[in-house]
């Protein structure tokens, strides 16, 4: 059996244990993407990429139908209340990330828009 580290062979248990890591670590990303997921309708966080101003994400987001609602808690993002598919139709020409409002701390009230 080859060595492992510090000239100790590896143990058989050690590999076995590969599958169970993988699929821990799956299970928390699928339950941070339903987290971060933002809703069908309703409230959602509006985030600039690529350098986008907040008036660019605005014009997108009611082109898209949505209603802006607040500042966001990130510079230049918006919390609006909208459509999720119109939204996330509209994230790519908008260069912006949709996200689920409350996930990123968006539940208090900040200064109006």
Same mark, same amino acid.
């Given at each position: 059996? @080859?060595?492992?580290?510090?000239? *100790?062979?590896?143990? &058989?248990?050690?590999? &076995?244990?590969?599958?169970?890591?993988?699929?821990?670590? +799956?299970?928390?990303?699928?339950?941070?993407?339903?987290?971060?997921? @933002? @809703?069908?309708?309703? !409230?959602?966080?509006?985030?600039?990429?690529?350098?986008?101003?907040?008036?660019?994400?605005?014009?997108?987001?009611? !082109?898209?139908?949505?209603?802006?609602? $607040?500042?966001? @808690? +990130? /510079?230049?993002?918006?919390?609006?209340?909208? $459509? &999720?598919?119109?939204?996330?139709?509209?994230?790519?020409?908008?260069?912006?990330? *949709?996200?689920?409002?409350?996930?990123?701390?968006?539940?208090? /009230?900040?200064?109006?828009?």
């Amino acid at each position: 059996m @080859p060595a492992g580290i510090g000239g *100790v062979a590896p143990s &058989r248990a050690a590999g &076995r244990c590969w599958p169970a890591v993988v699929q821990a670590l +799956f299970v928390l990303a699928a339950a941070g993407g339903m987290i971060a997921a @933002p @809703p069908a309708t309703g !409230r959602m966080l509006l985030v600039p990429l690529h350098g986008a101003d907040r008036d660019a994400l605005a014009r997108v987001a009611t !082109r898209a139908g949505a209603a802006l609602v $607040d500042n966001g @808690p +990130f /510079k230049d993002s918006l919390i609006v209340s909208g $459509d &999720r598919s119109a939204l996330l139709r509209a994230m790519m020409e908008g260069h912006m990330l *949709v996200l689920r409002a409350t996930a990123a701390g968006c539940d208090s /009230k900040g200064p109006g828009i």
